[in-house]
T-cell receptor, first 115, second 113 residues
Framework: AQSVTQLDSQVPVFEEAPVELRCNYS??????LFWYVQYPNQGLQLLLK??????LVESINGFEAEFNKSQTSFHLRKPSVHISDTAEYFC?????????????FGTGTRLTIIP | TAGITQAPTSQILAAGRSMTLRCTQD?????MYWYRQDLGLGLRLIHY???????GKGEVPDGYSVSRANTDDFPLTLASAVPSQTSVYFC????????????FGEGSRLTVL
């Protein structure tokens, strides 16, 4: 079975500073990788995903993540954060090439932006 | 666009009572899921349904049951609630062609006393 580890439960960052949210996964087969974001009092929304191809994937709001197979990582980065980025971020993994494959979520990282 | 609608948004329930959390989607997705979210534990899958008429157990199914009579509805029932079922419950749906892209409702906060 696959698993996801998010080592940082909370990350405080000053506004306009860069941020990296770490995600490591474990799986014996090929995987798909995802980052979801949960804004306060809302459900989760897909932020970005890696299925195949380019190992660097980007979201529409400036976040990017890089799939690193050798380090089994999929860290999320943003060069300059904004107050509106305050949210909880979840990394998730599923086995590739399986229809309706279930996602396994990490425990989440709460990103707090300090004005 | 409504997407996923959950009800109720919040509920306080006495231990031993039964409760059904409702979930309706209007996207005609085949697959639906119920997750619970607990501080420090992230999201854990309770039950899922790959298509109408079928259901399956997730990571933490004990104490919960589901049904999938049609494509749109996926209710979650707690037959006899216990305090450890205090949590925020999220319903989600997905389409097999959109690998890993789940659409979530806004959650139902349940407190069992």
């Amino acid at each position: 079975a696959q698993s996801v580890t998010q080592l940082d439960s909370q990350v405080p960052v000053f506004e306009e500073a860069p941020v990296e949210l770490r995600c490591n996964y474990s799986s014996s087969v090929s995987v798909y990788l995802f980052w979801y974001v949960q804004y306060p009092n809302q459900g989760l929304q897909l932020l970005l995903k890696y299925l195949s191809g380019s190992t660097l994937v980007e979201s529409i709001n400036g976040f990017e993540a890089e799939f690193n197979k050798s380090q089994t990582s999929f860290h999320l980065r943003k060069p300059s954060v904004h107050i509106s980025d305050t949210a909880e971020y979840f990394c998730a993994v599923s086995r590739s090439n399986f229809g309706n494959e279930k996602l396994t979520f990490g425990t989440g990282t709460r990103l707090t932006i300090i004005p | 666009t409504a997407g996923i609608t959950q009800a109720p948004t919040s509920q306080i329930l006495a231990a031993g009572r039964s409760m059904t959390l409702r979930c309706t989607q209007d996207m005609r997705h085949n697959a639906m899921y119920w997750y619970r979210q607990d501080l420090g534990l992230g999201l854990r899958l309770i039950h899922y349904s790959n298509t109408a008429g079928t259901t399956g157990k997730g990571e933490v199914p004990d104490g919960y049951s589901v049904s999938r009579a049609n494509t749109d509805d996926f209710p979650l029932t707690l037959a006899s609630a216990v305090p450890s079922q205090t949590s925020v419950y999220f319903c989600a749906s997905s389409e097999a062609s959109l690998a890993g892209e789940l659409f979530f409702g806004e959650g139902s906060r349940l407190t069992v006393l």
